[in-house]
């Protein structure tokens, strides 16, 4: 058995957008958002590079980096910390091509570059506003409010 379970995978599926942190050489903090965070199997994550070249960089130096997968309504999500490894060509390639990011939305990525993450490490994020005593359906509800208002205010 790995270390991605069902949960954490169902919200991977369903959010996508992951934050990866990385360190500079310079010893710098980098966080970058990856709208094509999916899951490879059960010890691995994978993101397309469509245009991250500081991460890239980071993970080139120093493979050690996180991911950050979040629900927004619900306040609560996981944190994935492992290596990652920077995929140009070959089988894995054009496997992780084919079956993760090509056919999510009908369209290719134009992607020369993919990053697959070897977990080590997950935990559970939540979010402080629970320690008031609200529940998931009350969080969501606040949170579901607070986007409808915010899409409001752009229309």
């Given amino acids: ?23 500079s050489p310079e010893g710098l903090p980098n966080l970058s958002p990856k709208g094509t965070t999916a ?4 010890d691995h994550l994978v993101f397309a590079d469509l245009g991250s070249p500081d991460t890239i960089r980071n993970l080139r130096e120093n493979p050690d980096c996180e991911i950050n997968i979040l629900d927004y309504f ?16 070959g089988d894995l390639f ?11 939305s009908g369209r290719a990525y134009p992607s020369g570059r993919y990053v697959l993450i070897q977990i080590t490490e997950a935990n559970v994020l939540v979010s ?7 529940t998931e359906s009350e969080m969501r509800e606040e949170w579901e409010n607070h986007w409808s208002s915010v899409q409001l205010e752009n229309s």
């Fill in 128 to 134: 402080p506003g629970y320690s008031s005593g609200k």
């Fill in 1 to 23: 058995m790995g270390i991605l379970n069902e949960d954490m995978k169902r919200m991977i599926r369903q959010q996508r957008m992951g934050f990866i942190a990385t360190v």
């Fill in 94 to 104: 054009d496997q992780i091509h084919e079956s993760v990011t090509a056919n999510r």
């Fill in 74 to 89: 619900v306040r609560k999500g996981y944190s994935f910390k492992g290596k990652g490894q920077i995929l140009t060509e």
């Fill in 39 to 42: 899951v490879w199997d059960d």
